[in-house]
């Protein structure tokens, strides 16, 4: 018997690593899943990756864009008739500077994918399990949001935002019983850290990684699976009386 038997999952961000990692895992574990993503080719490699037929539902959509996230829980909502399970993981990293040399374009595009995509997931999805009168959300920040980084004040800022937004759902949430927590990964192996690598030393990615990864504890990145496996638990009714905290998966990094 799985963790997320006859379990409606959607998971945004979900041709990222992290995502299909989840998308695996809560399959395995007995959930029908929804992938949303911007990128609609990536969701067709995606749902072609995960081989798993109609237990995979594809939509693509504008995190940012409160219509599109309307329309994509308006179809999970007609094609499964309830969202148990929500992901909200879609997020960007931006361009790596100090903030003397930022653009207030990046810094307000960072904030737009990474705090209001997050806000509008929340707005929609909420409902339809307070509706339901139960739900799990998790919401991905980073162990930005919980320091500071040099280089990455748009980013930073969004992350902890995140945070914020977690504990005030989380609140308004608990009532109708649906728990809202956030996780807050180190790097993770990926493209995203080939693009933070290349930002922070032009020419250099792999330098700056192995002094990324010296700041790790456990000495490496996280890989995605490592994720998803904490995604799961926050997920599943093994952790039915978690909700508003925030759970670092960091290799050690905390205990710095």
């Known amino acids: 018997m799985g963790k997320l038997d006859d379990k409606v999952a959607v998971i945004t961000g979900g041709s990222g690593e992290i995502g299909k990692a989840t998308a695996k895992l ?44 309307s329309n994509y829980v308006e179809k999970v909502i007609d094609a499964h008739g309830r969202i148990d399970v929500f992901f909200n993981n879609a997020g960007i990293e931006g361009k790596v500077a100090p903030i003397v040399e930022q653009s207030l374009e990046n810094f307000q595009n960072v904030l737009n994918v990474n705090v209001n995509g997050v806000f509008l997931g929340l707005k929609y999805v909420m409902k339809e399990m307070m509706n339901k009168g139960s739900g799990s959300i998790i919401n991905t920040s980073s162990v930005a949001g919980l320091m500071g980084s040099p280089g990455v004040a748009p980013y930073v800022t969004s992350k902890h935002g995140v945070i914020g937004l977690t504990k005030t759902a989380a609140l308004e949430g608990a009532p109708s019983n649906v728990r809202v927590n956030s996780i807050h990964p ?49 997920a599943s009714d093994d952790s039915q009386f978690i909700s508003g905290s925030q759970y670092r998966i960091d290799g050690g990094m905390g205990a710095t």
């Open 26 to 69: 809560f399959l395995q574990e007995g959930a029908t899943v929804a992938l949303v993503d911007v990128n609609e080719d990536a969701l067709k490699d995606a749902k072609e990756e995960l081989n798993a037929g109609d237990t995979v539902m594809t939509l693509t959509a504008d995190v940012t864009k409160e219509e599109d996230v």
């Open 186 to 234: 180190s790097p993770v192996e990926g493209r995203m850290m080939r693009s933070l690598e290349e930002g922070m030393n032009p020419g250099g990615g792999e330098e700056a990684k192995q002094k990324q990864m010296s700041a790790i504890p456990l000495q490496r990145y996280a890989e995605s699976e490592d994720i998803a496996k904490l995604v799961l638990f926050l």
